[in-house]
């Protein structure tokens, strides 16, 4: 698998996969010169192992950065044994080999400071073919995703990792600092290259459209970058462009970002076989190896959807569109108007082979459906997404706010009935008085991005029952138990649904038998929205 380069490029290394959005670093121009690396390796290959283990286990003198990927990029430039084996000093031994094991260490280690680390490790298997530096990196990012994720896609606290599965116990002032989003980005785009898994750019696309864009202010300024340092998920949180703490390292990286909105848009396979894409954002590609292009059309996420239009000459390939995880209904795809049959599968691709003519479009319908997403250690506190849009409430108090949202849930699980848009701005609701924004919008007003879930009482529908909704031990309720088996096709099939857990419930003694009564005959009776 290859990342790609422009015709007048040097080859780049050998992966099977191609990325058309990869930008070339000048390596060629540090390869000329012998000083700097012959320096590094003259320098760090005279230091004891024992030492160099030790400088790099440090905080934060051990944070090295991106050193290995260069590296290892200038290897696949000159092939050069010492640069390879500049490379290797930078292992940080007992990290690796516990992460190929699939020991999480990563408790108490300096997020920043290592997430580089994995990156390196993966492009040092392509220069050595070591799977542990390879397994190692695949490991690593299962420690991270879901289990050290905040809902915007972020990941750490105070600039440290903490303890597996604890989210709500870690959420502050200082959490999810913008460079751990911005870094985590690479080694994902990277272990793509060797395992097309679809997750990869699930995870790409929560921290991209959440987290790495609500990291700027949305205006212009001459002087100062106007990017965050930390997020902050406290409830009224507001964002410090500024920071108070001086020049962050947050803002080198937030304006890099600005220049890689493009990258893992599309891969392709060496062959030249299929085309993936990845992202649904406007967007052009040439594809010189099939003699086409791809225009990509779309106000993603503000339209649920894009078009992609063929241009160039003619060429047979397989279209791989991702169906995301949260694309439970209603995905859909039309060529030149026309539907192409299959079964699109969320989490999954949709490939559309067939030869393609110039002016051949490609129309993608990506329903967004509004859900909620619990945090690990506490289910209560949840997070508001619709589609892969994180909404956060704007309000000004320093406490969690309680909303409720099953009161007019749809058939399909959907509770977006249960919000009222707001005319003019698209992606904003309202709930109870409150208005729900994208996280990505850059301002500065107080927001709350979790929630405490609170729904009282059994509603169906806007029918009321009159019943307490209970909870279990673990917090789950009743309504939890019945919608998690959404969608369902009929009220027939939500009724059914209703009826079982009810009867699941007062066999527990968690139910009486005539509140149980009272529940299923309101779902019965109760109106839905589809």
């Known amino acids: 698998m290859t990342p790609s380069r422009p015709v007048d490029a040097p080859p780049p290394p050998p992966y099977r996969l191609v990325d058309y959005s990869y930008a070339v670093r000048n390596l060629e121009l540090l390869g000329s010169m012998s000083s700097p690396d012959h320096w590094m390796h003259a320098r760090l290959s005279a230091l004891p192992a024992a030492t160099l283990q030790r400088m790099w286990g440090l905080f934060s003198s051990g944070e090295f950065g991106g050193i290995v990927e260069a590296v290892c990029d200038l290897h696949t430039l000159t092939g050069r044994a010492e640069h390879l084996a500049l490379a290797r000093l930078f292992d940080l031994d007992r990290l690796i080999d516990a992460c190929a094991a699939n020991t999480d260490v990563l408790d108490g280690l300096h997020a920043n400071q290592h997430i580089p680390v994995f990156t390196g490790l993966v492009r040092l298997h392509d220069e050595t073919g070591e799977e542990r530096y390879l397994t190692a990196a695949k490991n690593f990012w299962q ?55 679809p997750a990869y750019m699930d995870s790409y696309e929560r921290a991209l459209y959440n987290q790495v864009l609500g990291s700027k202010q949305d205006r212009p300024d001459t002087e100062k970058p106007l ?74 996420p503000e339209e649920q959807g894009s078009t992609l239009t063929i241009g160039g000459g003619s060429a047979s390939f397989t279209l791989l569109l991702r169906v995301p995880s949260w694309a439970t209904a209603g995905f859909r795809v039309t060529v030149n108007g026309r539907a192409v049959p299959g079964t699109p599968v969320p989490g999954g691709r949709f490939g559309v082979s067939r030869t393609w003519r110039p002016g051949d479009t490609v129309r993608v319908l990506v329903p967004f459906r509004l859900r909620v ?3 690990l250690d506490d289910p209560t506190l949840q997070t508001l997404f619709l589609g892969p ?53 850059g301002t500065e007003d107080p927001t709350h991005a979790c929630f405490r879930r609170s729904e009282p009482r059994v509603i169906f529908g806007t029918s009321d029952s009159g019943v307490a909704n209970p909870a279990r031990s673990d917090g789950v309720t009743l309504l939890d138990e019945i919608w998690a088996g959404a969608p369902f096709g009929s009220r027939v099939a939500l009724v059914t649904r209703v009826r079982a857990t009810v009867s699941d419930w007062v066999s527990a003694g968690l139910l009486g038998g005539a509140d149980g009564d009272k529940v299923v005959r309101t779902a019965r009776n109760a109106s839905y929205a589809p």
């Open 143 to 197: 420690m991270v995703v879901p289990h050290r994720m905040y809902g915007i896609g972020g990941t750490s606290s105070g600039e440290f990792w903490r303890a597996r599965d604890v989210i709500a116990g870690t959420i502050g002032a200082a959490t999810a600092e913008t460079c751990c989003a911005y870094n985590m980005l690479k080694p994902i785009r990277t272990l793509f290259f060797h395992e097309q898994d």
């Open 227 to 300: 990017v965050t340092y930390f997020a902050g998920l406290t409830p009224g949180h507001v964002r410090d462009y500024t920071p108070k703490q001086g020049t962050t390292c947050c803002e080198g990286t937030g304006l890099e970002s600005a220049t890689k909105y493009q990258d893992s848009v599309y891969f392709a396979e060496a062959d030249a076989s299929a085309l993936y894409v990845n992202l649904y954002s406007p967007s052009a590609l040439t594809w010189s190896a099939k003699g086409v292009t791809v225009t990509q059309t779309t106000r993603f």
């Open 373 to 375: 997403e619990r945090a």
């Open 389 to 441: 849009v994180n909404l956060v409430a704007r309000h000004p108090s320093t406490g969690l706010l309680r909303c409720a949202l099953y009161s007019n849930a749809g058939l399909s699980g959907d509770l977006l009935p249960s919000l009222t848009p707001v005319s003019g701005k698209p992606l904003h609701h309202t709930l109870n008085g409150v208005e729900f924004a994208p996280f990505a919008e």
